[in-house]
């Protein structure tokens, strides 16, 4: 007799709602902070930003509970909602809420001995305050001194970022800029430059403010095959090859530097402040 | 007779410390946003990422100790340490810990019925990984496409923001590119193409990616003022046409369209992609 096993359905995937009155970027930052100690289990990630009327946390409500419809799992929820009624109005889901914001609010009220001013968003700088044009200069800046596009107004950059092609210059530059309103140039070292085993005249004179990013010699020849696959550029040779010159510069004319392979965007930023002891110029 | 009053010495400054295993971003983040809430007091704020070993974790303690000791006011801590060796020396420390972290992983490990992985740092993408080159991809697109640089590659972009000099493009394309890993794209409005009331000619064919990005014309005079004093290009006037004009297009065009006068980029990055539609290709 042929008995018929009927294949089983998928794993239920649990829902983790993050919601604000604001951006939501709070909320999102600690949720996928906490939910990264759970690294083997799978959530559905929903991010609801700008809950902040009656309808609208009505409408998320609908969410959370469709969701919980859906899976049989009760999502969880984190938000930080700063409104008393809106917030009681996401509480009432079929959800297990942390509720972190407001607990955490009133256990600091209580410390520091201080009323709350309760207001909705973050204290992000808007776009006509010094922080944002700290932040848009340092931008400028960044785009202006882009991969040795300009190497004369280096007397008014924070640091210069050197390395060879795709070691991650361009987009830590960025990010510096954003994040902390530093003003980081970024130069790559090239074959010509490498073949001196010295400092490019261009750089010779800001030695100080040289930083050098460096990467595994496997994993830039995987991102450059992507770039130019199968070229002399991708090749092994050549990289271990750049890779001997540039340690070589690093070590004779003792510039620090960090391997970044493991490392994400914000990773190597936050570690080139603190190896530079380089100050952020908003944020703090 | 002439009493001496002695000037009162100022009012002493509560510490506020954000501590971290990894970069301390998420630590920083909440913290930060929590108290925000608390605007009328002024908090000493302190990062410290990477207490990761035992000894770093008593140079901790003695940083939080040094301003207890300074303020006589009892230094907030907000920290995201996994280990719990770790956790228990800044624990240590004459402060008020939040003890944040670990109580929210216990919860929601009690709430999934799973044990937690713990693991220092946050789920950030390295550089070797699919979301880092979708990230690099984005912010190299942003930075070939900024300022109307180049129009031809248009089909690539996810969004092409639009708006008058000075109205905060660049920076939301950089933000949107880094953070979501979006294609944007961004094309400054110049008194040429408003003359003409219709949308130049390299934008015509991209009319459903395109989003607009307003500024009060008081806060535009002065940005302007600030890099060109005295100019047409930031008289009262100009702006003032600049306005009329480009609303003229946005209303005739049906172009959505954001007033980012008191956004930050965070703000003004979230509200496209919640205006639009548009899906991040990253992080979620």
Redesign the interface.
Same mark, same amino acid.
């Given at each position: 007799m042929y008995v018929h096993t009927p294949t089983p359905p998928p794993p239920a995937i649990?829902s983790a709602f993050f919601i604000s009155d604001?951006?939501?970027?709070?909320a999102e930052?600690?949720g996928? &902070?906490?939910? &990264?100690?759970?690294?083997?289990?799978e959530f559905d990630?929903?991010?609801i930003?700008?809950v902040d009327t009656i309808e609208l946390a009505k409408q998320a409500v609908e969410r959370i509970n469709r969701a919980f419809e859906t899976s049989k !799992?009760?999502p969880?929820v984190f938000d930080?909602i700063?409104s008393d009624e809106i917030r009681e109005i996401i509480n009432s889901a079929n959800a297990?809420n !942390?509720d972190?914001?407001e607990g955490?609010?009133n256990?600091?009220?209580t410390?520091?001995n201080?009323e709350?001013?309760?207001?909705a968003?973050?204290?992000? &700088?808007?776009?006509?305050s010094d922080d944002?044009?700290a932040?848009?200069d340092a931008?400028?800046f960044a785009?202006d001194n882009?991969d040795g596009a300009r190497t004369t107004h280096y007397d008014g950059a924070d640091i210069i970022l050197i390395g060879l092609s795709r070691s991650?210059k361009?987009?830590t530059s !960025?990010?510096l800029a !954003?994040q902390y309103g530093i003003r980081a140039a970024n130069y790559p070292l090239t074959e010509e430059d490498l073949d001196t085993s010295q400092l490019p005249a261009a750089l010779k004179p800001y030695h100080n403010k040289l930083f050098g990013l460096t990467?595994d010699t496997e994993?830039l020849v995987?991102?450059r095959q992507?770039r130019r696959a199968g070229s002399r550029y991708a090749s092994l040779a050549q990289c271990q090859e750049e890779q001997r010159a540039i340690q070589a510069i690093y070590s004779s004319q003792k510039i620090p530097n960090l391997n970044?392979?493991?490392?994400?965007?914000?990773?190597i930023a936050?570690?080139i402040l603190?190896i530079t002891g380089l100050k952020r110029r908003i944020g703090?």
């Open positions: 649990r604001g951006t939501a970027i709070t930052t600690l996928k &902070s906490l939910l &990264s100690q759970f690294s083997d289990v990630i929903q991010v930003p700008y !799992l009760r969880l930080t700063v297990y !942390l972190i914001y955490l609010i256990r600091i009220a410390e520091i201080h709350p001013n309760p207001h968003g973050m204290a992000h &700088s808007h776009v006509d944002y044009k932040r848009i931008v400028h785009l882009d991650g361009t987009p !960025l990010y !954003l990467i994993r995987r991102i992507e970044v392979s493991e490392m994400s965007v914000e990773e936050t570690r603190q703090v």
